[in-house]
């Protein structure tokens, strides 16, 4: 099991930019398959992106395609998530998970043992 602490949310215009980071304690963090996941008011949590143990392989949600980047620094326990050209329907709370047992890359939250207690973004036009 590891603890996650998300971090980097607050308020931004339209086609600003928010750094989010996911920080995991243990020295095992690198282990662990990462993922981020948002939830907005009265919808279900979705997935978002996601990134393997070694940092290589990653895999982002249609909506977040090209405007997001997942990346890892394994030697501070952290995954990042670049937000560029945020949109309104991208404020919601944001959550990182992270899973040891993953064989692959996932996208459904209950493939995910581990959470952080999430941090909130707003884009405002």
């Known amino acids: 099991q590891v603890q996650l602490v998300e971090s980097g949310g607050g308020l931004v215009q339209v086609g600003g930019s928010l750094r989010l980071s996911c920080t995991g304690s243990?020295?095992?963090?690198?282990?662990?398959?990462v993922g981020w996941f948002r939830q907005a008011p009265g919808k279900e949590r979705e997935f978002v992106a996601t990134?393997?143990?070694?940092?290589?392989?990653?895999y982002y949600a249609d909506s977040v395609k090209g405007r997001f980047t997942i990346s890892r620094d394994n030697a501070k326990n952290t995954v990042y998530l670049q937000m560029n050209s945020l949109k309104t329907e991208d404020t919601a709370v944001y959550y990182c998970?992270?899973?040891?047992?993953?064989?692959?890359?996932?996208?459904?939250?209950?493939?995910?043992?581990?959470w952080g207690q999430g941090t909130q973004v707003t884009v405002s036009s």
């Open positions: 998970a992270a899973s040891s047992d993953l064989p692959h890359l996932a996208t459904g939250p209950d493939e995910y043992a581990d």
């Open positions: 243990g020295r095992t963090f690198s282990w662990h398959v």
């Open positions: 990134i393997s143990r070694s940092g290589i392989n990653t």
